[in-house]
C-alpha cells in the first residue's frame, strides 16, 4: 500500500510563489508515474503536472513556464513548485501516484491541499 500526504498549501497573493510537498509512505519503491491534479470549484479534476518513471515532465498549457514537478527518491518526495500565481489557479490540489504492476498497478491519491490566489 502507498499513502500520499500533501502540503504546503496557503493562501497567496497574485504574482508570489508556493511550493507543495507530497511525501510518499509505505511502499514508496512501487510507485512509477506521479502526478499534480487540481480540482477548482464546479470543475472536473485536471492533471497540472506529470512526472514520469523515466524523468519526462509534462504540463498543462495553462501552467507552462510558471509550475515545476520534481521528485526527491532519497526523500520519497514529489514537489510542485508554483511561481507568478494567479487567481485561476486557486484550487484543490491533490498528488496522484500509479505503481508498477508489480505491485498491483493501483492508483492513490493524497488528501487535497488548498491553494487560494486572490488578486
Known amino acids: 500500500q502507498v499513502q500520499l500526504v500533501e502540503s504546503g498549501g496557503g493562501s497567496v497573493q497574485a504574482g508570489t510563489s508556493l511550493r507543495l510537498s507530497c511525501k510518499m509512505y509505505g511502499r514508496a519503491v512501487c510507485i512509477s508515474a506521479m502526478g499534480w491534479y487540481r480540482q477548482a470549484p464546479g470543475k472536473e479534476r485536471e492533471l497540472v503536472a506529470a512526472l514520469t518513471p523515466g524523468g519526462s515532465t509534462n504540463y498543462a498549457d495553462s501552467v507552462k513556464g510558471r509550475l515545476t514537478v520534481s521528485r526527491d527518491n532519497a526523500k520519497d518526495t514529489l514537489y510542485l513548485e508554483m511561481n507568478s500565481l494567479k487567481p485561476e489557479d486557486t484550487a484543490v490540489y491533490y498528488c496522484?501516484?500509479?505503481?508498477?504492476?508489480?505491485?498491483?498497478?493501483?492508483?492513490?491519491w493524497g488528501q487535497g491541499t488548498q491553494v487560494t490566489v486572490s488578486s
Open positions: 496522484g501516484a500509479q505503481t508498477i504492476p508489480q505491485c498491483g498497478g493501483s492508483d492513490f
